[in-house]
C-alpha cells in the first residue's frame, strides 16, 4: 500500500531551507560549465529534504537553474531512481533480471512481498520500507542479490531477505555484504548522490572474491585483451585527453536550439516563474 494520501504537498520551503538549498545548489552548479548541467544532483538534493521530488523541490531546481518546471518535471519522471510520491526510509530493491531470477531472485521477490504486504514501488503503512522490483543490481556474481537504499546484501534466499526487511521494521541496524559498514536512510542516501560525501566511501568490502576471480585468472594465465583497431596504446603514448570546450565537447558551444534562444521561447520560461515557489 502506498503512504502518498497519507502525506500532503507542501508548495514552497521555509527561509532557512530556502536558504541552505541554495547554498548546497551553488556549490553543486558550480561544479559543471553550464548550469542547467547540475539538475541531476539538484534532484538528489531535493530529494534528501522531502523525502521524494516533491511539487516544491521541482519549482525550486527550475527557479535556481532557470529552467520551467515541465522541464524539470521531464527529467524527474524519466529516472527511476528519482521518486514523485513519497518513499519510505528504506528502499528495498529487489533484483528479477535474468541470472538473479534463476537463482532464486523471483521467489524472493514474491516472498517479500506478501510478507510485507506491498508491491512494486508501494510503501508499507508505517512508512519504513518502500519495495522495488529492480532489473539489475549490477552484481551478477552475488546473485541473488538485495540492496537496501543501494547497498548490497548479497546472495540472498527468502529466508534471509524476510529477515532484514524485519530487521528494518523493527530499528535494528543492518550490515551490507560490502560497502558501508551500516543503511542510512534514503534521504542521507540521497544527499550522497547528490555529491555530498557522508565519509564513509572507503568503508567495509569492495570487490570480493567472485568479482576479482575473472582478472585474477587473466593475470596467472598472461591472457591480454586485443587492442583495438586504430587505438593508442595507452593514454601515456600520445592520446590525446579531451578538453572541456573543445572540438569534442558541447560544454562550451553556444546554444542553438529554439528552446534556448527564441525570445518567444524565453518569455514562456519568464513567465512561469510567478507560479515556482508559490
Excluded at 553550464?34 to 521524494?52: F, I
Excluded at 519495495?131 to 537496501?148: G, I, K, Q, S, W
Excluded at 543501494?150 to 555484504?177: C, H, M
Excluded at 567495509?204 to 576471480?213: D, H, K, S
Aim: glycine share 8%; with cysteine.
Amino acid at each position: 500500500m502506498s503512504i502518498e494520501t497519507s502525506r500532503t504537498h507542501k508548495t514552497s520551503y521555509d527561509a532557512e531551507t530556502h536558504a541552505r538549498l541554495t547554498a548546497d545548489s551553488d556549490v553543486i552548479v558550480a561544479r559543471y560549465p553550464r548550469a542547467r548541467s547540475a539538475l541531476l544532483p539538484m534532484l538528489h538534493l531535493v530529494q534528501s529534504e522531502d523525502g521524494y521530488v516533491s511539487p516544491r523541490g521541482i519549482a525550486f531546481c527550475a527557479a535556481h537553474l532557470g529552467l520551467s518546471t515541465a522541464e524539470v518535471s521531464a527529467v524527474a519522471t524519466f529516472y527511476t531512481q528519482y521518486k514523485r510520491h513519497p518513499n519510505g526510509t528504506y528502499t528495498v530493491g529487489v533484483c528479477t533480471n535474468t541470472l538473479c531470477a534463476i537463482m532464486g531472485g523471483d521467489a524472493i521477490w514474491e516472498d517479500l512481498s506478501d510478507h510485507l504486504g506491498v508491491g512494486h514501488d508501494e510503501t508499507t503503512d508505517d512508512g519504513v520500507i518502500t519495495l522495488e522490483r529492480v532489473e539489475c543490481n549490477a552484481a551478477c556474481d552475488y546473485a541473488p542479490v538485495v540492496m537496501v537504499n543501494w547497498e548490497f546484501f548479497d546472495n540472498q534466499t527468502p529466508d534471509s531477505a524476510r529477515q532484514i526487511a524485519d530487521d528494518l521494521t523493527a530499528g535494528k541496524a543492518v550490515v551490507p555484504t560490502r560497502g558501508a559498514d551500516s543503511v542510512c536512510s534514503f534521504k542521507e542516501m540521497s544527499r550522497v548522490l547528490a555529491g555530498f560525501g557522508d565519509g564513509r566511501a572507503d568503508e567495509g568490502i569492495g570487490a570480493g572474491v567472485p568479482t576479482l576471480r575473472g582478472v585474477e585468472l587473466a593475470r596467472a594465465e598472461g591472457w591480454t585483451a586485443p587492442e583495438f583497431p586504430g587505438a593508442t596504446a595507452s593514454a601515456g603514448a600520445g592520446a590525446t585527453v579531451p578538453v572541456v570546450g573543445g572540438e569534442q565537447s558541447s560544454a562550451e558551444r553556444p546554444a542553438t536550439t529554439p528552446a534556448d534562444v527564441s525570445p518567444a521561447a524565453e518569455q514562456k520560461k519568464q513567465s512561469t516563474d510567478d507560479a515556482k515557489e508559490s
